[in-house]
């Protein structure tokens, strides 16, 4: 079965990090382009960011030069390091593959 799968998220004070993972389940990663999304509370799901089959990484001005994506092919994860986060990050965050699988979300919340 096709799944990915996230994992986390937590609570972090403002200016602190967090890396997320998502764990490719049913396939394999390297060969999808992969994406991550957010969802805050009352809000539609908006792009996070995204990284090609070839590795290239595409990013939302929001969160350009404080969040990265990377993968480990051995592991088949894709990982979102977050730095430098803000209270507006707070939401779900979800793993997408092309095709519709999505995750099932991992919360992240920033707040003092």
């Known amino acids: 079965q096709v799944q990915p799968v996230e994992s986390g998220g937590g609570v972090v004070q403002p200016g602190g990090s967090l890396r997320l993972s998502c764990q490719a389940s049913g396939f394999t990663l390297s060969s999808y382009g992969m994406s991550w999304y957010r969802q805050a509370p009352g809000k539609e799901r908006d792009l996070v960011g995204l990284?090609?089959?070839?590795?290239?990484?595409t990013y939302v001005s929001s969160v350009r030069g404080r969040f990265a994506i990377s993968r480990d092919n051995a592991k088949n994860t894709m990982y979102l390091q977050m730095n430098s986060l803000k209270p507006e990050d707070t939401a779900v965050y979800y793993c997408?593959?092309?095709?519709?699988?999505w995750g099932q979300g991992t919360q992240v919340t920033v707040s003092s």
């Open positions: 990284m090609s089959t070839s590795g290239t990484t």
């Open positions: 997408y593959r092309a095709g519709d699988y």
